[in-house]
């Protein structure tokens, strides 16, 4: 699909004009153009184009049992210059959003949008509170057709597809396919305005109800009141808590061990406590530790060589922001033997920027370097010698850092209201 | 029609600008590379860039890569293209709220999602979950193991150039996704398990349908075994492609399939049980290379193994209440909390810190996903560009938990 404006078609529709002024030419022409336009809604070839949740949804609709080759749409394709065709299927943010507009302008017209899933209707779940997320495909290239549905199910797809059919049906040269504006519209808390509204017609509702019910009375005072209906209770049993069974090295040891080499470590939360009293908080407890900051490279390092601790596994490395400070906690695990630690240091924040320093633990262990970059690209906690330390997920000219407690930037959020 | 000059007349101009962003000089390497330039004068480097909207990607991933003729030189990935702040918007929404966000992390786990939470709330408040409940959230994940296994099953043929295997994945997984349906109303994004046990009982058909798809299965995982894993393209090209040393594997915290097909035995319904994984016997798949080949074998023997555990559990299926709290809202006592489940990609670490009030102070979701992907680059390097496609395959990336 998708006639240029090569000499032929031009020939083509200057063909069609002058058939259109002979005799009877006009019901010809629209003949013509009523087979053009089946041809075209029963061969759409839409872009691979899938970005979450909903894409794959789209998949199943593809697959065997919804079979979307039945409508002609089974040819995706993997560029767009191939495509006449988009199905948003999934959530689009800022960094993507570019990448968007440049497929949508790189398609030969007449081109078509489906929004699929509420994400690429309007945000979706992340409406409120996102920082990244764009609130509507609309915002960034015209939508054709909406598919409400967090995921929608491939029947829903499959409707969507059909009212597209049925608009690209009704194209013709008297209404022909235009390039539509893009939706500009400031975001704002729909859900307080709406609520608002909610209220007033429930009310609205009620009062009529009780004068119903009221005439409904008056009417049939003769008849007997009619029996409650009783709601079986449920009941909710009293279970105890599971508790896992205790696994490898005991807190009990560990502590011991890592005192012995470190004498001023602290457990987390219980300062002061002895390793006998670490045992008594049970064995579900994962030691927490607190390392002085400038031990705690040298501290990582000893865990990471001490071969009688069994920490052979990096799960995480993560930060929280305490507002006057950061703590950067590490998590370890034991797959030999299944135990966990783990430890935490602070970074003081510089009072003026609110930015941390503390030296980098990813020379120790491979996998540390991406959670540093991660925590650097969500807290700005410089990691020291950090060989490649640049934002992970977001652009390099985000402002701010966007998991500070200190956070704000109405430009992007939208607070939820409740 | 219209064509393209009248859009640009119409609309805006195009954006073509953005392509100046990605031109370097002779003497820059790319963000992320690292490697000197080659001493070797015969070689011929240059850059690709794959993705972000690319059909290989499996969503959004953008990998650049550095190729010397068609040999991989060096992989850098750039992540973030679907980034959506989950963390961000867990600090203001409740405990139970945030399960639903769960669910969109990783879409093909998302009652594993839901059951790390859920444990991570029942581990601060000591709450309870009567035996059925424990049954029911045994059997619902590893229906789930067995449906996103399939799916990737059918979307590694599909990266070969099979799209056959697309279509008989998908077969069963829509058998597993209409019970899903029919527990709760969602087939992917499902927000099913609550803080002791989950929001609603099973209907009453739920166990003879199980049972209905444990009849068929083995035989169809022998179908698959025989149509795409003896295939001669198939071990060609996943044999000795792409091999995870288990130190490497270890030291990146890449979990799940990709760790075990390196031969590292951890897999935490066994070496840290929880919910009741630990009365149930079930073996854990190892690989003995640590090669794609492995990989693809252990997430096979793995769907053999959730087979029998969903065997056992259906025989036992116990009656009684499916949970021991009312739908309400929680306040976790001051501290942090840390539970880990195996998903079908790997651990999943839910890690909460609690100020005491109704909403976590911090959330941070350890994902499978973002320790997996980091190998990429240890694995790619000094295969052909084909191959890099098959190994990201065999990683089993779900993009939207790598970026939250
Ligand atoms: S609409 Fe729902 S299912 Fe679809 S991408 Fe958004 S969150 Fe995922």
Known sequence: ???????????????????????????????????????????????????????????????????????????????????????????????????????????????????????????????YDSYYVIKGGDRLVPVDVYIPGCPPRPEALIQGILQLQEKIKKEGRRNPWKVRETLQVPFEDIFSKAQAEWASREKQRDEESREAREQFKRENAASPASKPVRVKKEEFPVVPSRKPAAQGISNWTLLQMLQEKFPAIEVYSHPGITPKQVAELGPDYILDLVVPSEQYRNFAEYVRNEQSLGLDMLIQLTCVDWKDSFDIVVQMLSCRDGHKLFFRSRAEKDPATGDAEIATISDLYLGAEWHEREVYDFFGVRFRNNADLRRIFLENDFPGYPLRKDYDDPTRVVKRPY | ??????????????????????????????????????????????????????????????????????????????????????????????????????????????????????????????????????????????????????????????????????????????LINDLFEELCGARLTVNY??????????????????????????????????????????????????????????SYGSTGAVLRGSGINYDVRKNDPYSIYDQFDFDVPLGSVGDSYDRCQVRMEEMAQSLRILEQ????????????????NYKLPKGSYYSQVETPRGLLGVYIVSDGGAKPYRLKYRSPNFSNLNVLNELAAGHKVADLITIMSTLDLVIPDIDR
């Open chain 2, 313 to 328: 559990a259906v025989a036992r299926f116990p009656s009684g209440p499916h949970r021991s709290q009312p739908q309400q």
């Open chain 2, 193 to 250: 398990f609550r803080p002791g046990g989950s929001s609603v009982d099973v209907p009453e058909t739920f166990i003879p349908r199980v049972k209905h798809l444990l009849n068929i299965m083995p035989k169809v995982l022998d179908e698959y075994s025989n149509l795409l894993n003896k295939n001669i393209i198939f071990l060609e090209r996943t044999k000795n492609i792409g091999i995870l040393s288990p130190e490497k594997a270890l």
């Open chain 1, 1 to 127: 699909m998708g006639i240029s404006s090569s000499g032929a078609s031009v020939l083509v529709r200057q063909a069609g004009e002058l058939i259109e002024q002979a005799p009877g030419g006009i019901k010809l022409v629209d003949a013509v153009e009523l087979v053009v336009a089946w041809g075209r809604a029963n061969s759409v070839w839409p872009l691979v184009y899938a970005t979450s949740c909903c894409a794959i949804e789209m998949m199943s609709t593809i697959a065997a049992k919804h079979d979307l080759a039945r409508f002609g749409y089974e040819v995706m394709r993997a560029s767009v210059r191939q495509a006449d065709m988009i199905i948003l299927a999934g959530t689009i943010n800022e960094k993507m959003a570019k990448n968007l507009v440049t497929l949508y302008e790189q398609m030969p017209a007449p081109k078509y949008i489906i929004a699929m899933g509420s994400c690429a209707i309007s945000g979706g779940p992340f409406y």
């Open chain 2, 1 to 174: 029609m219209l064509t393209a000059a009248e859009t640009e007349k119409n609309g805006k101009k195009m954006i073509t600008e953005s392509l100046s962003e990605y031109s370097l000089d002779a003497n820059t390497l790319p963000e992320g590379f690292r490697l000197p330039p080659p001493e070797d004068e015969e070689a011929e480097e240059f850059f690709v860039n794959i993705g972000p909207q690319h059909p290989s990607t499996h969503g959004v991933l953008r990998v650049v890569v550095r190729l010397n003729g068609e040999t991989v030189v060096e992989v850098v990935p750039h992540l973030g293209y679907i980034h959506r702040s989950i963390e961000k918007m867990a600090e203001n929404q409740t405990y139970v709220q945030n399960i639903h966000l769960s669910d969109r992390l990783d879409y093909l786990s998302a009652f594993s999602n839901n059951l790390c939470l859920c444990m991570a709330v029942e581990q601060a408040l000591d709450i309870g979950v009567p035996e059925r409940g424990e049954y029911i959230r045994l059997i619902i994940c590893e229906l789930q193991r067995l449906q996103s296994h399939l799916l990737w099953w059918g979307v590694l043929g599909m990266d070969m150039g099979a799209f056959t295997t697309f279509f008989y994945g998908f077969r069963e997984r829509e």
